[in-house]
């Protein structure tokens, strides 16, 4: 009977076993640990006094020249700094800032030291000692800074944060210059081990707060995280409310504005969105250029955005209460005029703003996922064709492709994409109110909105502050941006 084979069968070897002072055992158990990368390099190194290295990394992640030029020449034309000993000497090396870079730490445990070559050290072994040392050379290619993509703003900074996450704390420190500014580091993923800060300023950011949000994050339990929507996810209080309780932005001066304020920011490794906690509805109407122009255009384009936003969710409800079960209510010219137009549909009103919706909102979908050069033609012109065929079929009348393109592009006018997303799903429910009670329908829908606002606390914040509860120093900055006076 022939022997079966071992071929292929990965042996098991556990990553948290503690370095041996036998360099040939060392490496065996990094090549299993490290089995099937090819992106794990390891180079072996013999000393001029003869002593026998290992040198770790992963390729593309580390700066070769500076290996190269302040590490590893030295040691080769050199050999381990005089004064130290021959083999036990380089476990000193770290101690003794004997190695040419800014960060270096000893550790004991393969499990240790595989995390941080994956993360872009550079690993020495020496064969007689049962130890690490590990250098931060770490050099990979990242995106450039630049603006913002979904926060325009007329004013104001054109930075907008990148994927690395040192990057992102640094523009953040350029504008907040205080030792007050504290970044916790937090390390999430059991196969990801993502890097997350938490960022506020001590003294104003109360501690209740601060224990909440680091208690919540601390306790994730998670195999990856690849964006910051997953620690969203995890550490808000209503999963299922359609609206957003903490903001995203990709803008420095926003979580600057938002920390100033005695809020709290999340900072991701990998992504360039950063959740500034908690997030009030008023917050998901203000623009970031709302405090850099003049308070007079600001207070005006600040009501625009409330009537427009209310107008987006509303007026298609409105539009089949009125037609379908209040005619009475409406000017008679234009009762007829639109009864006249509706003579050849073959659909009941409330049909025709569902088709309509469901094509617009799937237009809109596909404007965002096509290539940027042909998405924004396909939508808008998409919209125009299907609508007039429609309308000169005689699927739809006309006035239907008004009032839902008159909807579908107030919600334009909110400042924060994501809070546009709760105003549409909504619109789909207060259609089939109005469709079945009129504009009972619809004042129970807003109704049921209102209480669920109402009762949205997220963190402790109450989700319309300061409107409910009412807190007087603040009422004012909702509807009015104050002008800033110079104290005489």
Same mark, same amino acid.
């Given at each position: 009977m022939p022997k079966p084979s071992n071929e292929g069968v990965t042996s098991q070897v556990n990553p948290a076993r503690t370095? #041996? #002072?036998s360099l040939k055992d060392n490496e065996q158990t990094l090549i299993s640990i490290f089995e099937h990368c090819s992106d794990i390099v390891f180079r072996r190194v013999t000393l001029r006094d003869d002593a026998k290295l290992l040198l770790l990394y992963v390729d593309g992640m580390i700066d070769k020249d500076l290996v190269q030029n302040t590490i590893l020449k030295p040691l080769l034309y050199e050999g381990v700094p005089q004064?130290?000993?021959? &083999?036990?000497? &380089?476990?000193?090396?770290?101690?003794?800032?004997?190695? $040419? $870079? &800014?960060?270096?730490?000893?550790?004991s445990t393969f499990e240790e030291a595989a995390d941080l070559i994956l993360k872009?050290?550079? $690993?020495? &072994?020496?064969?007689?000692?049962?130890s690490v040392l590990l250098a931060d050379v770490s050099q990979y290619e990242t995106r450039s800074i630049e603006e913002p993509s979904t926060e325009a703003a007329l004013r104001g900074t054109r930075e907008s944060f990148t994927e690395l996450l040192r990057t992102n704390t640094t523009l953040l420190r350029r504008i907040i210059v205080t030792t007050d500014l504290k970044m916790e580091p937090f390390e999430i993923g059991k196969f990801t081990k993502t890097e997350v800060v938490l960022a506020y300023i001590k003294g104003i950011a109360t501690p209740d707060l601060i224990n909440e949000v680091r208690t919540r994050i601390a306790g994730i339990d998670i195999q990856s995280v690849l964006e910051s929507g997953y620690i969203e996810e995890y550490i808000e209080d209503s999963s299922y409310s359609p609206f957003p309780q903490m903001q995203s932005t990709e803008r420095a001066d926003v979580v600057a504005a938002g920390l100033l304020e005695g809020r709290i920011a999340v900072f991701v490794n990998g992504t360039p969105i950063v959740l500034v906690v908690p997030m009030t509805f008023w917050d998901g109407l203000q623009a970031p250029d709302d405090y850099y122009e003049r308070f007079l255009y600001v207070t005006m384009n600040r009501w625009i955005r409330y009537l427009f936003a209310l107008f987006s969710i509303l007026f298609p409800s409105v539009y089949i209460a009125l037609t379908t079960y209040h005619p009475e209510m409406m000017p008679p010219k234009l009762m007829m005029s639109i009864t006249g137009l509706r003579e050849?549909?073959?659909f009941p009103t409330v049909i025709e703003v569902f088709l309509m919706e469901f094509m617009f909102e799937g237009l809109r979908e596909a404007g965002i996922r096509l290539p940027q050069q042909i998405g924004p033609l396909v939508s808008i012109v998409g919209a125009l064709v299907i609508g007039q065929a429609a309308v000169q079929a005689g699927i739809i009348s006309a006035p239907i492709v008004i009032v839902v393109s008159a909807a579908g592009i107030s919600s334009f006018v909110i400042p924060r994409y994501r809070f546009g997303y709760p105003l549409r799903m909504l619109r789909f429910p207060l259609l089939v109110l109005s469709g079945l009670f009129g504009l009972f329908g619809v004042a129970l829908g807003l109704i049921m909105i209102l209480t669920h606002l109402i009762q949205l606390n997220p963190l402790g914040t109450p989700y319309l502050e300061p409107i409910a509860p009412t807190k007087q120093n603040k009422l004012k900055n909702v509807f009015l941006r104050r002008p800033r006076r110079r104290t005489s």
């Open positions: 370095v #041996s #002072s004064g130290l000993g021959v &083999l036990s000497s &380089l476990a000193q090396m770290c101690e003794m800032e004997l190695v $040419a $870079a &800014l960060q270096t730490q000893k550790v872009g050290n550079v $690993a020495f &072994l020496a064969d007689g000692e049962a050849q549909s073959p």
